[in-house]
Protein backbone atom coordinates (compact mmCIF):
# COMPACT_ATOMS: atom_id res chain seq x y z
CA UNK A 1 0.00 0.00 0.00
CA UNK A 2 1.55 3.23 -0.76
CA UNK A 3 -0.24 6.67 0.75
CA UNK A 4 0.17 9.18 -1.74
CA UNK A 5 -0.83 13.09 -1.92
CA UNK A 6 -2.78 13.14 -5.52
CA UNK A 7 -3.62 16.50 -7.75
CA UNK A 8 -7.75 16.64 -8.67
CA UNK A 9 -7.15 17.05 -12.46
CA UNK A 10 -10.77 16.62 -12.96
CA UNK A 11 -14.17 15.66 -12.00
CA UNK A 12 -17.17 15.24 -14.55
CA UNK A 13 -20.59 13.67 -14.80
CA UNK A 14 -20.95 10.30 -16.38
CA UNK A 15 -24.64 10.01 -15.91
CA UNK A 16 -26.95 11.92 -13.48
CA UNK A 17 -25.88 10.13 -10.36
CA UNK A 18 -22.46 9.15 -11.03
CA UNK A 19 -18.79 11.06 -11.68
CA UNK A 20 -15.68 10.50 -12.69
CA UNK A 21 -12.70 11.70 -11.14
CA UNK A 22 -9.43 11.78 -12.28
CA UNK A 23 -6.56 11.88 -9.87
CA UNK A 24 -2.12 12.50 -10.58
CA UNK A 25 -0.43 10.49 -7.97
CA UNK A 26 2.38 13.21 -7.33
CA UNK A 27 4.73 10.27 -6.99
CA UNK A 28 4.54 6.33 -8.70
CA UNK A 29 2.10 4.22 -7.54
CA UNK A 30 2.08 0.28 -7.68
CA UNK A 31 -1.12 -1.56 -7.66
CA UNK A 32 -2.91 -3.96 -9.72
CA UNK A 33 -6.15 -4.21 -11.46
CA UNK A 34 -9.36 -4.44 -9.45
CA UNK A 35 -7.33 -2.88 -6.16
CA UNK A 36 -9.04 -0.07 -5.08
CA UNK A 37 -7.68 2.81 -2.52
CA UNK A 38 -9.02 4.71 0.56
CA UNK A 39 -9.71 8.46 -0.12
CA UNK A 40 -8.39 10.00 2.92
CA UNK A 41 -11.20 12.66 3.94
CA UNK A 42 -9.18 12.65 7.40
CA UNK A 43 -6.91 10.34 9.08
CA UNK A 44 -10.33 8.08 10.59
CA UNK A 45 -12.51 8.71 7.56
CA UNK A 46 -11.25 7.13 4.92
CA UNK A 47 -13.28 6.05 2.14
CA UNK A 48 -12.67 2.83 -0.59
CA UNK A 49 -13.15 3.32 -4.29
CA UNK A 50 -12.38 0.97 -7.03
CA UNK A 51 -9.75 2.08 -9.01
CA UNK A 52 -11.24 1.83 -13.20
CA UNK A 53 -7.87 2.33 -14.78
CA UNK A 54 -5.15 -0.21 -14.66
CA UNK A 55 -1.16 -0.14 -13.67
CA UNK A 56 0.72 2.13 -16.20
CA UNK A 57 -1.69 4.80 -16.86
CA UNK A 58 -0.89 8.15 -15.72
CA UNK A 59 -3.79 9.23 -13.89
CA UNK A 60 -6.13 7.11 -11.53
CA UNK A 61 -9.72 7.12 -12.61
CA UNK A 62 -12.20 6.63 -9.76
CA UNK A 63 -15.90 6.89 -10.76
CA UNK A 64 -18.13 8.28 -7.80
CA UNK A 65 -21.69 7.87 -6.94
CA UNK A 66 -24.58 5.12 -7.20
CA UNK A 67 -28.25 4.91 -7.98
CA UNK A 68 -28.96 5.68 -4.57
CA UNK A 69 -27.20 9.65 -3.81
CA UNK A 70 -25.91 8.69 -0.35
CA UNK A 71 -23.64 10.56 2.13
CA UNK A 72 -20.42 7.80 1.25
CA UNK A 73 -20.36 9.05 -1.95
CA UNK A 74 -21.48 12.60 -1.46
CA UNK A 75 -19.10 13.30 1.25
CA UNK A 76 -16.36 11.61 -0.95
CA UNK A 77 -17.06 13.92 -3.89
CA UNK A 78 -17.66 16.68 -1.99
CA UNK A 79 -13.80 16.62 -0.24
CA UNK A 80 -12.23 16.24 -3.69
CA UNK A 81 -14.61 19.23 -5.06
CA UNK A 82 -13.07 21.60 -2.50
CA UNK A 83 -9.53 20.27 -2.50
CA UNK A 84 -7.26 20.43 -4.91
CA UNK A 85 -4.71 17.87 -3.94
CA UNK A 86 -6.26 14.89 -1.83
CA UNK A 87 -4.42 11.75 -0.12
CA UNK A 88 -4.97 8.60 -1.06
CA UNK A 89 -4.07 4.97 0.04
CA UNK A 90 -3.57 2.83 -2.92
CA UNK A 91 -3.16 -0.36 -3.91
CA UNK A 92 -5.54 -2.39 -1.35
CA UNK A 93 -7.77 -5.18 -1.79
CA UNK A 94 -7.52 -9.03 -2.57
CA UNK A 95 -9.95 -9.18 -5.35
CA UNK A 96 -7.19 -8.33 -8.04
CA UNK A 97 -7.24 -9.69 -11.27
CA UNK A 98 -5.67 -13.25 -11.13
CA UNK A 99 -3.12 -12.83 -14.60
CA UNK A 100 -1.56 -16.46 -14.27
CA UNK A 101 -4.97 -18.25 -14.22
CA UNK A 102 -5.71 -20.22 -17.05
CA UNK A 103 -9.88 -20.10 -16.12
CA UNK A 104 -12.22 -18.65 -18.47
CA UNK A 105 -13.22 -14.96 -16.80
CA UNK A 106 -16.78 -13.81 -16.00
CA UNK A 107 -17.02 -10.49 -14.86
CA UNK A 108 -19.77 -8.87 -12.53
CA UNK A 109 -20.58 -5.86 -12.07
CA UNK A 110 -23.78 -3.91 -10.37
CA UNK A 111 -24.05 -0.06 -10.54
CA UNK A 112 -20.78 2.02 -9.53
CA UNK A 113 -18.94 -1.60 -8.94
CA UNK A 114 -18.82 -1.38 -13.06
CA UNK A 115 -15.90 0.40 -12.23
CA UNK A 116 -13.76 -2.47 -10.61
CA UNK A 117 -15.10 -5.07 -13.78
CA UNK A 118 -13.59 -1.84 -15.95
CA UNK A 119 -9.58 -2.51 -14.63
CA UNK A 120 -9.80 -5.87 -14.74
CA UNK A 121 -11.57 -5.66 -18.77
CA UNK A 122 -9.04 -3.38 -19.05
CA UNK A 123 -5.71 -5.11 -18.25
CA UNK A 124 -6.97 -8.42 -19.91
CA UNK A 125 -7.38 -6.06 -22.78
CA UNK A 126 -3.86 -4.68 -22.67
CA UNK A 127 -2.35 -8.21 -22.35
CA UNK A 128 -3.98 -9.77 -24.93
CA UNK A 129 -5.62 -12.30 -22.93
CA UNK A 130 -7.14 -15.27 -25.37
CA UNK A 131 -9.62 -16.61 -23.09
CA UNK A 132 -13.21 -16.24 -23.12
CA UNK A 133 -14.47 -13.33 -21.15
CA UNK A 134 -17.82 -12.25 -19.87
CA UNK A 135 -18.44 -8.96 -18.36
CA UNK A 136 -22.42 -8.50 -16.97
CA UNK A 137 -23.15 -5.22 -15.88
CA UNK A 138 -26.49 -4.52 -13.95
CA UNK A 139 -27.70 -1.21 -13.67
CA UNK A 140 -31.49 0.21 -12.64
CA UNK A 141 -31.88 2.28 -15.91
CA UNK A 142 -30.25 2.38 -18.98
CA UNK A 143 -29.46 5.78 -18.04
CA UNK A 144 -26.92 4.91 -15.80
CA UNK A 145 -24.91 2.65 -18.27
CA UNK A 146 -21.59 5.03 -19.52
CA UNK A 147 -18.41 4.28 -20.94
CA UNK A 148 -19.99 2.20 -23.75
CA UNK A 149 -18.11 2.94 -26.94
CA UNK A 150 -14.74 1.75 -24.74
CA UNK A 151 -16.99 -1.29 -23.79
CA UNK A 152 -18.15 -2.15 -27.07
CA UNK A 153 -14.74 -1.10 -28.53
CA UNK A 154 -13.27 -3.79 -25.91
CA UNK A 155 -15.99 -6.26 -27.11
CA UNK A 156 -15.03 -6.28 -30.54
CA UNK A 157 -11.46 -6.40 -30.18
CA UNK A 158 -11.68 -10.02 -29.62
CA UNK A 159 -14.08 -12.77 -30.53
CA UNK A 160 -14.05 -14.18 -26.93
CA UNK A 161 -14.79 -11.20 -25.20
CA UNK A 162 -18.38 -10.81 -24.59
CA UNK A 163 -20.80 -7.59 -23.06
CA UNK A 164 -23.87 -7.95 -21.27
CA UNK A 165 -25.95 -4.92 -20.27
CA UNK A 166 -28.39 -5.95 -17.70
CA UNK A 167 -31.43 -3.26 -17.11
CA UNK A 168 -33.14 -3.57 -14.10
CA UNK A 169 -36.45 -1.24 -14.88
CA UNK A 170 -35.91 -0.63 -18.86
CA UNK A 171 -37.74 1.65 -21.12
CA UNK A 172 -39.81 0.67 -23.66
CA UNK A 173 -37.23 1.13 -26.09
CA UNK A 174 -34.18 -0.73 -24.17
CA UNK A 175 -33.87 -3.52 -26.60
CA UNK A 176 -30.92 -5.61 -24.15
CA UNK A 177 -31.37 -7.81 -21.46
CA UNK A 178 -33.53 -6.92 -18.38
CA UNK A 179 -34.16 -7.83 -14.88
CA UNK A 180 -31.67 -8.81 -11.79
CA UNK A 181 -28.00 -8.81 -13.18
CA UNK A 182 -26.84 -12.13 -11.70
CA UNK A 183 -30.26 -13.64 -12.82
CA UNK A 184 -29.19 -13.34 -16.72
CA UNK A 185 -25.64 -15.45 -15.84
CA UNK A 186 -27.62 -17.96 -13.80
CA UNK A 187 -29.87 -18.00 -17.39
CA UNK A 188 -26.73 -18.42 -19.86
CA UNK A 189 -24.68 -20.63 -17.76
CA UNK A 190 -25.35 -24.08 -16.81
CA UNK A 191 -22.53 -24.38 -14.50
CA UNK A 192 -19.71 -21.66 -13.08
CA UNK A 193 -17.33 -24.15 -11.82
CA UNK A 194 -14.96 -23.28 -14.54
CA UNK A 195 -15.05 -19.57 -14.13
CA UNK A 196 -12.78 -17.34 -12.08
CA UNK A 197 -15.48 -14.66 -10.74
CA UNK A 198 -14.69 -11.08 -10.53
CA UNK A 199 -17.42 -9.20 -8.21
CA UNK A 200 -18.09 -6.05 -7.26
CA UNK A 201 -21.29 -3.89 -6.46
CA UNK A 202 -23.48 -3.41 -3.53
CA UNK A 203 -23.25 -5.39 -0.57
CA UNK A 204 -26.88 -6.94 -0.84
CA UNK A 205 -26.05 -7.73 -4.30
CA UNK A 206 -22.42 -9.53 -3.63
CA UNK A 207 -24.00 -11.42 -1.13
CA UNK A 208 -26.99 -12.56 -3.59
CA UNK A 209 -24.81 -13.76 -5.86
CA UNK A 210 -21.85 -15.38 -3.93
CA UNK A 211 -24.52 -17.66 -2.57
CA UNK A 212 -26.47 -18.03 -6.03
CA UNK A 213 -23.37 -19.05 -8.24
CA UNK A 214 -21.64 -21.56 -5.26
CA UNK A 215 -25.85 -23.41 -5.71
CA UNK A 216 -24.79 -23.04 -9.72
CA UNK A 217 -21.50 -24.85 -9.79
CA UNK A 218 -19.14 -21.76 -8.62
CA UNK A 219 -16.04 -22.74 -6.43
CA UNK A 220 -15.42 -20.15 -3.93
CA UNK A 221 -11.79 -20.11 -4.17
CA UNK A 222 -12.37 -18.56 -7.97
CA UNK A 223 -14.80 -16.21 -6.91
CA UNK A 224 -13.10 -12.43 -6.27
CA UNK A 225 -14.77 -9.74 -4.16
CA UNK A 226 -13.33 -7.08 -1.81
CA UNK A 227 -17.22 -7.06 -0.49
CA UNK A 228 -17.00 -10.46 0.88
CA UNK A 229 -14.95 -8.74 3.81
CA UNK A 230 -17.63 -6.60 4.88
CA UNK A 231 -20.44 -8.98 4.60
C1 LIG B 1 -13.78 -2.01 -1.70
C2 LIG B 1 -14.93 -1.10 -2.07
C3 LIG B 1 -14.87 -0.39 -3.26
C4 LIG B 1 -15.92 0.48 -3.60
N1 LIG B 1 -15.78 1.19 -4.75
C5 LIG B 1 -16.76 2.06 -5.07
C6 LIG B 1 -16.61 2.87 -6.25
O1 LIG B 1 -15.62 2.77 -6.99
N2 LIG B 1 -17.60 3.77 -6.50
C7 LIG B 1 -18.69 3.93 -5.69
O2 LIG B 1 -19.53 4.79 -5.98
N3 LIG B 1 -18.86 3.16 -4.59
C8 LIG B 1 -17.92 2.24 -4.26
N4 LIG B 1 -18.07 1.46 -3.14
C9 LIG B 1 -19.32 1.56 -2.34
C10 LIG B 1 -20.44 0.60 -2.80
O3 LIG B 1 -19.94 -0.63 -3.21
C11 LIG B 1 -21.23 1.24 -3.90
O4 LIG B 1 -21.87 2.33 -3.27
C12 LIG B 1 -22.27 0.36 -4.54
O5 LIG B 1 -21.64 -0.59 -5.37
C13 LIG B 1 -23.19 1.24 -5.35
O6 LIG B 1 -24.07 0.48 -6.05
P1 LIG B 1 -25.14 1.21 -6.99
O7 LIG B 1 -26.01 2.11 -6.17
O8 LIG B 1 -24.41 1.81 -8.14
O9 LIG B 1 -25.96 -0.08 -7.51
P2 LIG B 1 -27.56 -0.23 -7.62
O10 LIG B 1 -28.05 0.76 -8.60
O11 LIG B 1 -28.17 -0.30 -6.27
O12 LIG B 1 -27.67 -1.70 -8.25
C14 LIG B 1 -27.19 -1.98 -9.56
C15 LIG B 1 -27.61 -3.38 -9.93
O13 LIG B 1 -27.05 -4.33 -9.00
C16 LIG B 1 -27.96 -5.41 -8.82
N5 LIG B 1 -28.46 -5.43 -7.43
C17 LIG B 1 -28.53 -4.40 -6.56
N6 LIG B 1 -29.02 -4.81 -5.37
C18 LIG B 1 -29.28 -6.13 -5.50
C19 LIG B 1 -29.78 -7.15 -4.62
N7 LIG B 1 -30.13 -6.88 -3.35
N8 LIG B 1 -29.91 -8.41 -5.09
C20 LIG B 1 -29.55 -8.72 -6.36
N9 LIG B 1 -29.06 -7.81 -7.23
C21 LIG B 1 -28.92 -6.55 -6.81
C22 LIG B 1 -29.14 -5.16 -9.77
O14 LIG B 1 -28.88 -5.83 -11.00
C23 LIG B 1 -29.10 -3.64 -9.91
O15 LIG B 1 -29.73 -3.19 -11.09
C24 LIG B 1 -17.04 0.61 -2.77
C25 LIG B 1 -17.09 -0.14 -1.58
C26 LIG B 1 -16.06 -0.97 -1.24
C27 LIG B 1 -16.12 -1.75 0.03
Known amino acids: MTKVICTVDKIQPLTSGVHQVLLTPQQEVQFKAGQYLQLCITDQDKRPFSVASIPGQQQLELQIGGAVADQY ?17 VG ?11 NPILLLAGG ?8 IAQAIAAAGVKRPVFLYWGVRHEEAL ?7 QWASA ?7 PVVQSPS ?15 EDFVSLEAYD ?13 RDAFLEQGAKREQMFADAFAYI
Request: charged share 15%.
Open 73 to 89: SGQALAHLQSNDTVTVE
Open 92 to 102: LGQAFWREDSH
Open 112 to 119: TGFSYVYS
Open 146 to 152: YHMPELQ
Open 158 to 164: HHDYRLV
Open 172 to 186: DNWQGRSGLVHQAVL
Open 197 to 209: IYIAGPFPMVGVV
